[in-house]
């Protein structure tokens, strides 16, 4: 009968659908990146960086690897977190790229959100006692604030004070991943933390998100030509 603790094939088919976005998104930002000069090409390199890893861990999780089981045998997929804590800093460097921020901010967001995923993925390693889970996720909310309000306050400040279209797509891949990014802690509570929802759901959610965040957010990045050009400037 169905399990709501274990992938169907549901979960499954939706796991190598990931792993075929991410794959494919990184070939066409590659190759995208081929029709710019070299010192053209740091969005392009980052972004491919981005759905690269995420094709891997789509990978791993298909084929049954990075996913272990907790006390009443519901499987949590620790590779998503390997993959994030890798991912959401390289997102961040996107956004800090194309605002022009000093690099000590984007050090401080990156250092912030590092300890976000880690907290997260030792809560849902140890959800099963709420003593010890819902802590580290209150952790892991706490250091997001910082990163909501630099992208809120100093980094569009930056973005914006060049007054030009580079400011404007600063401001919508901003607000698509302030919107984006909130919505993975509910799921999260959902999901890892009190377990209500089926894992194919869980899978489901999370390949929505992450389609969106990494593979939807480079191609608007990289969408407009001449705006890569101004943003990379010369040298
Ligand atoms: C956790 C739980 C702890 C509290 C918070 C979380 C936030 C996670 C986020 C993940 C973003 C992932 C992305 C992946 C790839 O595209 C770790 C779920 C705040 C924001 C963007």
Redo the contacts with the bound molecule.
């Keep these: 009968g169905y399990k709501a603790s274990t992938p169907t094939t549901i979960g499954r088919t939706v796991l190598w659908v990931g792993f075929a976005c991410m794959a494919l998104s990184t070939l066409y930002f590659v190759q995208q990146a081929y029709s710019f000069e070299i010192f053209q090409r740091k969005f392009h390199y980052v972004s491919a960086g ?1 759905t690269g890893i ?1 094709a891997l861990a789509y990978l791993c999780m298909s084929l049954d690897i990075g996913v272990s089981s907790d006390e009443g045998g519901r499987s949590f997929y620790w590779a998503r ?1 390997v ?2 804590t890798l ?2 800093p390289l ?1 961040l460097v996107d956004l800090g790229l194309l605002a022009g921020v000093h690099y000590n901010e984007l050090i401080y967001v990156i250092i912030m959100d590092i300890l ?2 880690v ?3 030792i ?1 849902g390693l140890y959800a099963d006692d709420p003593y010890k889970g819902w802590p580290l ?1 209150v952790f ?2 706490i250091v ?1 604030l910082p990163i909501i309000l630099s992208l809120t306050t100093s980094m569009k400040e930056k973005a914006l004070s060049f007054a030009s279209d580079v400011g404007a797509r600063f401001n919508q891949l901003s607000v698509m991943t302030v919107l ?3 919505a ?2 509910v ?2 509570v959902i999901a890892e933390g009190t377990k209500v929802i089926p894992v194919d759901l869980e899978i489901v959610l999370y390949a929505i ?2 389609v969106s ?2 593979c939807l957010f480079g191609f608007i990045l990289l969408a407009n030509r001449s705006l890569i050009e101004r943003a990379t400037g010369q040298a």
Excluded: E, N, Q, R
Aim: zero cysteines; aromatic letters at 24%.
């Design positions: 981005i995420a977190y993959d994030w991912t959401t997102l976000m995923i907290a997260g993925l809560g996720f892991g909310m997001f984006l990014w909130s993975y802690p799921v999260w998100l992450d965040a990494k």
